[in-house]
């Protein structure tokens, strides 16, 4: 059973549509994330939630919107995308909030905007 | 403030070679933890080891072993009798109780292992 998974795997779609990206996991854990990784592979978190709250909201665009129905999962809806939203986006999450547990991560969703 | 430093953007060896990955952090904490992960060209992240600031241990599994020197902030990593398959993006990461972020991520050292 994949512990962590996110659909799709990849999205293609034209600039100014609206997407939404799935995440879920099986791990029991509290805590989920969303990264997004550059054409440089730098990878950045964007958010972070607890329990369905949210605890961390880095300098995202507000177009990013994360919602979490449940602490198994995490989606992430993006309005108005544009040319810059083309990345990898990473959905992970860990036991909880502790410096000292490792995040799992999805195999990530790749997207391409047109 | 936290940072993680991966000076070889690309390494490339022939296969059998050992390899040796670099990783620099900076933190003011005394406790704080710090990860490996592997990004195959497949494109998934696999966590690989968890090393906290109090056991400086070396630790081996496998062919890969891991060292970590508080003195010189560094916590390297060593492949050895590389494989192809071990070719992936290799990303070492700091996570600290006091962090606004709660892993910081180098910016990765692509490993090429060529036949």
């Known amino acids: 059973d994949t512990a962590v998974s996110q659909t799709p795997k990849y999205l293609v779609t034209q600039m100014g549509n609206d997407k939404s990206i799935k995440c879920e996991q099986n791990?029991?854990?509290?805590?989920m994330y969303w990264y997004k990784q550059d054409s440089k592979k730098f990878l950045k978190i964007m958010f972070s939630y607890n329990n369905k709250e949210l605890i961390i909201n880095e300098t995202v665009p507000n177009r990013f919107s994360p919602k979490s129905p449940d602490k198994a999962h995490l989606n992430l809806h993006i309005n108005s995308l544009e040319l810059g939203d083309s990345a990898v986006y990473f959905c992970a999450s860990s036991q909880d909030m502790g410096a000292n547990q490792p995040q799992h991560f999805g195999d990530g969703t790749r997207l391409s905007i047109l | 403030a936290q940072k993680v430093t991966q000076a070889q953007t690309e390494i490339s060896v022939v296969e059998k070679e050992d390899v040796t990955l670099d990783c620099v952090y900076e933190t003011r904490d005394t406790t704080y933890y710090l990860f490996w992960y592997k990004q195959p060209p497949s494109g998934e992240l696999v966590f690989l080891i968890r090393r906290n600031s109090f056991d400086e241990q070396n630790e081996i599994s496998g062919r890969y072993s891991w060292n970590f020197q508080k003195s010189t902030s560094s916590f390297n990593f060593t492949i050895t009798a590389s494989q192809v398959v071990d070719s992936a993006v290799y990303f070492c990461a700091l996570s600290d109780p006091s962090g606004n972020t709660p892993l910081v991520f180098g910016k990765g050292t692509r490993l090429s292992v060529i036949a």
């Open positions: 791990l029991g854990h509290d805590t």
